[in-house]
């Protein structure tokens, strides 16, 4: 079994940390540079240059440089799509990284947990919870075993105290 490495768990949580000021900085750029893109595209009224309301006989060397390797290829709708299918592909992984995450966080109690517990979320035994306390609630104490059926004695598994267990294991019976 591998050692929980604290340190490269604070470097994980980290780096999520980073991405997500990346993502946010990146979030409030995309309205205005999918703008640009579009105005970019061939056959709107500025295409051929990659600088919004620039037109293409304003266009830089290198920007003409650059459309012209292209070879007639709309490089605007390329990065467009790209763009899309990243984000797509982001929000993929996004929902598979929520889906781990919350696969292990404590999930709230469920109500046959509450009934046999000591009232902070710990289960009890199941066959005192049968009987009334002092404050009129099921009676609760400490598991000894989880799911035990003592050598088949029980008709189905119960998580059981010593003493409930010790009983079942002398008598064959829960009492």
Not at 71 to 76: S, V
Not at 122 to 151: N, Y
Request: glycine share 8%; with cysteine; proline share 7%.
């Amino acid at each position: 079994m591998e050692r929980i490495n604290i340190v490269k768990d604070n470097q994980i949580a980290s780096e999520l940390s980073r991405i997500v000021a990346l993502l946010t900085e990146t979030n409030s750029h995309m309205v205005s540079a999918l703008a640009a893109i579009h105005d970019a595209q061939l056959g709107q009224p500025s295409a051929g240059s990659m600088t919004p309301g620039r037109s293409s006989g304003g266009a830089s060397v290198v920007e003409r440089a650059a459309l012209s390797r292209l070879d007639g290829k709309d490089p605007a709708a390329a990065t467009r799509a790209r763009i899309e299918a990243q984000v797509l592909a982001l929000g993929r992984m996004t929902m598979a990284l929520a889906i781990d995450v919350a696969g292990w966080q404590p999930r709230p109690p469920a109500p046959r947990d509450v009934r046999a517990s000591d009232g902070q979320g710990a289960p009890g035994c199941q066959s005192c919870a049968r009987w009334d306390g002092p404050d009129g609630q099921g009676w609760w104490s400490p598991v000894f075993l989880r799911a035990t059926t003592c050598a088949r004695r029980l008709a189905r598994p119960m998580d059981l105290c010593r003493p409930c267990y010790d009983n079942v294991a002398a008598r064959g019976t829960l009492s």
